[in-house]
């Protein structure tokens, strides 16, 4: 009896390890599968398409059935024409946008989406903070109402100064991810954009229930893991304390992909085996 529940726990351990996935181009699913990666995080533009005709999705519906590496989730949400926060937001050509990409997420059976879209977020230099947060946090309910009608979370991503001057940090996006108040408005903290903003492995303590989702990479040159040998063990104990349960994916600049893709990989699994033995 004591052998079996030593092997149910060691199962359950093994269980509670976040499954490793790699942001990248559908056209990429096949060396994906053989660098030992689960699934894609793929962007909105290609996959969905949201401004290609129902004939052409209807194409690329076909090809993400025959992907050897299924796409999980979708980046770059909102293009940065379509602006969030500032004087010339029209709330009418946002919401329309957003129920077709998730009408047509509906469709594909792809139920996460990442929001960084730095652009379109962006505050303009002559416009308040205070009331780009409020536009944000209305037009965010909005759309993720949207969202749910469709079965789809959406995951408010961390970006650094240097992509965007509004939700920089993780502690921001967690607060704005408290104001929305949505049961499918939740976080996604980039460890990458965390360590170029010097945001400490400790904020993801406070994150326990709202974070569904983690993009990581290496400070310098947003490499891949193993590159510069980067240490993520304390973002990594972390997010074991806190119990996540989500997935983790490598989003970097790739110096050569399908060389280093399976390498990368086994880095970090290396890390979170030692994190979670």
Same mark, same amino acid.
């Given at each position: ?9 060691? %199962? +359950?351990?093994? #269980?509670?390890?976040? !499954? ?5 181009? /559908? @056209? ?66 946002? %919401? +329309?946008?957003? #129920?077709?990409?998730? !009408? ?5 059976? /792809? @139920? ?166």
């Amino acid at each position: 009896m004591r052998i079996l529940l030593c092997i149910l726990l060691s %199962l +359950h351990v093994l #269980q509670a390890q976040p !499954e490793v996935g790699v942001a990248v181009s /559908i @056209k990429e699913a096949g060396t994906a599968h053989a660098a030992g990666f689960g699934f894609l995080v793929a962007t909105v533009p290609e996959v969905i398409s949201p401004f290609a005709s129902d004939q052409e999705f209807a194409t690329r519906l076909r090809e993400l059935g025959q992907l050897k590496t299924p796409v999980y989730a979708l980046n770059i949400f909102i293009p940065a024409e379509i602006k969030l926060v500032g004087a010339t937001t029209d709330e009418g050509k946002i %919401l +329309h946008y957003t #129920q077709k990409v998730f !009408e047509r997420c509906r469709q594909a059976n /792809i @139920k996460l989406i990442v929001w960084g879209s730095g652009g379109a977020r962006k505050i303009p230099t002559d416009f308040s903070k205070a009331e780009a947060t409020t536009q944000f946090i209305e037009i965010a309910r909005k759309v993720a109402d949207q969202a749910a009608q469709q079965g789809i979370v959406l995951a408010l991503e961390n970006l650094n100064t240097t992509e965007t001057n509004f939700i920089n940090t993780v502690a921001e996006a967690l607060e704005i991810v408290k104001a929305v108040n949505r049961k499918n408005f939740r976080l996604c903290a980039d460890i990458y954009h965390m360590l170029r903003e010097g945001e400490p492995a400790a904020t993801l303590l406070r994150c326990k229930g709202y974070l569904v989702h983690i993009d990581l990479a290496e400070k310098e040159n947003r490499s891949a893991p193993g590159v510069h040998r980067e240490d993520f063990t304390a973002y990594l104990k972390a997010l074991k304390k806190i119990k996540y349960s989500g997935k983790l994916v490598l989003e970097c600049r790739w110096d050569n992909w399908v060389a280093q893709a399976g390498p990368s990989r086994l880095y970090l699994q290396q890390q979170i085996d030692q994190v979670w033995k």
